[in-house]
């Protein structure tokens, strides 16, 4: 359903030939296919360390760490007491 709207957004805005929000929706989806790459990858790596000893959850939390902060520029500080 979010698909056929982006979708028909696109179109419209294309067919208007509006290229600046053409362009912006052309980015928004790019990054929506990233960061579902990125969740899809880390969903594999907790399948997999769920058949692993709990020592491997350590080094799990570092992957997601990484990847969380990965191109922002920021590094992590930590998350602080809950």
């Known amino acids: 359903m979010i698909a056929n ?21 052309q980015w928004y989806v790019a990054e929506q296919h990233e960061e579902e790459h990125l969740f ?7 399948t997999i360390i ?15 760490r990484k990847s969380v902060f990965r191109g922002s520029g920021q590094k992590h500080q930590g998350f602080g007491k809950y």
Do not use: C, P
């Open 40 to 46: 899809q990858t880390l969903l594999h790596k907790a």
């Open 5 to 25: 709207f982006r979708n028909w957004l696109i179109f419209n805005f294309r067919l208007q030939k509006d290229y600046s929000t053409f362009a912006f929706l």
């Open 50 to 64: 769920n058949t692993m000893d709990g020592r491997a959850l350590f080094r799990f939390d570092e992957e997601v």
